[in-house]
């Protein structure tokens, strides 16, 4: 099993920036993709940033939804075995419980998620 543990939500104006963290422990090895998940009030949780476990780089490999292409960036810490989504210029509209996904061959872990509010 895989065990993720988000932090680094709070709250921030907008325009700010934060940082989120996503620590696993367990079976990491197993993992093959890493997912960050906002879920806003009244709305599903849709995929944002998505990190290639398997890549040699700690920043490449990384997938964005348009709505935050050039203001999210999605990296790794190999030996803290966490995986960050670094947010900037944000948006009211960025509110959100923001969880993490461990994606392995066998099946997928959550967090418990970590909430951000973006005031105007």
């Known amino acids: 099993q895989v065990q993720l543990v988000e932090s680094g939500g709070g709250w921030v104006q907008a325009g700010g920036s934060r940082t989120l963290s996503c620590a696993a422990s367990?079976?990491?090895?197993?993992?093959?993709?890493m997912v960050w998940y906002p879920q806003a009030p009244g709305k599903q949780r849709e995929l944002v940033a998505l990190?290639?476990?398997?890549?040699?780089?700690?920043?490449?490999?990384?997938v964005y939804e348009d709505s935050v292409k050039g203001r999210f960036t999605i990296s790794r810490d190999s030996p803290r075995n966490t995986v960050y989504l670094q947010m900037s210029s944000l948006k009211p509209e960025d509110t959100a419980v923001y969880s993490c996904?461990?994606?392995?061959?066998?099946?997928?872990?959550w967090g418990q998620g970590t909430q951000v509010t973006v005031s105007s």
């Open positions: 996904k461990a994606v392995t061959t066998a099946m997928s872990y």
């Open positions: 367990g079976r990491t090895s197993s993992t093959n993709l």
């Open positions: 990190f290639d476990m398997g890549s040699s780089t700690n920043y490449a490999d990384s």
